[in-house]
């Protein structure tokens, strides 16, 4: 069954960055883009940017530009997301999700941001 | 980047009713759109692609219609597992979603 498990809970200070990562598994890991969304508490979803895990062509939303990397390792069927210059605003919860209907999703991950 | 509008933000519904939820793309978007789920604390769960798509999996009271801006979700008859918050995603170009709808049972 195909699974997407999420790296755990991350706290950062002011201006660090964070490396969220999520395994795929149960299916071919090169066959489906990743979506990449987040979710500030209480609010509505985000979408951040894509990756495609078998070139490693990326999109990114122009409010990320700059800011984001998305990543993979193929060997380990596993995609990453970095935010970097992490500010109170980016606390959410992070989600990995697979291909452009988002099918299926990881648990999240939450990065809280805080002094 | 297009943006989507869906509406209610609200609605309160008694078991068994037909609720309609409506969204907006403020661009044609053709046939690209989804729409998702979610519980508190949970991850979103894809009900429909492709504006009247069925997941796999998904209870038929769910439908979806709708091409070009206008869309349509509707379950035909409300039950209390369907509370939750609902939203749209144009996937046309980078993806945007509406806003969200939440269906509370009354």
């Known amino acids: 069954q195909v699974q997407l498990v999420q790296s755990g809970a991350e706290v950062k200070k002011p201006g660090a960055s964070v490396k969220v990562s999520c395994k795929a598994s149960?299916?071919?890991?090169?066959?489906?883009?990743f979506n990449w969304v987040r979710q500030a508490t209480g609010q509505g979803l985000e979408w951040m940017g894509w990756?495609?895990?078998?070139?490693?062509?990326?999109g990114y939303a122009q409010k990320f530009q700059g800011r984001v990397t998305m990543t993979r390792n193929t060997s380990i069927s596993t995609a990453y997301m970095e935010l970097s210059s992490l500010r109170s605003e980016d606390t959410a919860v992070y989600y990995c999700?697979?291909?452009?209907?988002?099918?299926?999703w990881g648990q999240g991950t939450r990065v809280t941001v805080s002094s | 980047d297009i943006q989507m509008t869906q509406s209610p933000s609200t609605l309160s519904a008694s078991v068994g009713d037909r609720v309609t939820i409506t969204c907006r793309a403020s661009q044609s978007i053709t046939s690209w759109l989804a729409w998702f789920q979610q519980k508190p604390g949970k991850a979103p769960k894809l009900l429909i692609y492709?504006?009247?798509s069925l997941q796999s999996g998904v209870p038929s009271r769910f439908s979806g219609s709708g091409s070009g801006t206008e869309f349509t979700l509707t379950i035909s008859s409300l039950q209390p597992d369907d509370s939750a918050t609902y939203y749209c995603q144009q996937y046309n170009s980078f993806p945007t979603f509406g806003q969200g709808t939440k269906v509370e049972i009354k």
């Open positions: 990756m495609n895990p078998n070139s490693g062509n990326t």
């Open positions: 999700a697979r291909g452009a209907i988002s099918d299926y």
């Open positions: 492709k504006a009247s």
């Open positions: 149960g299916y071919t890991f090169t066959t489906y883009d």
